[in-house]
């Protein structure tokens, strides 16, 4: 199953330059890197980056993260896919950019 991150410009830079990451600052106070499936991540965005600018979407696998990779109840008791452990560039299958467009960000269609 596909999953998804949002990472802000500044945490995808630092993904790429460094190949991995422990997440952004939340990922780190929470113990886990946070993703989304296709049906949430649009909430996702709406939710806890509102009209920011410079978003990167990243998707990756679930099956290729192993045991790490735990689906836990989050936002109104959904089973949300979290990481525990780094997020490593050779993991992400494809990025894209998340434009705002009329308050919304744009998602690449077929998700």
Known sequence: MRIYKILRADEWAALEAAGQTPGAPIDVADGYIHFSTAEQVVETAAKHFAGTEGLVLA?????????????????????????????????????????????????????
């Open 59 to 111: 998707a990756l696998e679930s099956d290729a993260l192993g045991d790490a990779l735990k689906w836990e109840p989050s936002r109104g008791g959904a089973l949300f896919p979290h990481l525990y452990g780094p997020l490593r560039l050779s993991d992400i299958l494809w990025h894209r950019s998340l434009p705002v467009r009329d308050g919304a960000h744009v998602f690449p269609e077929g998700l």
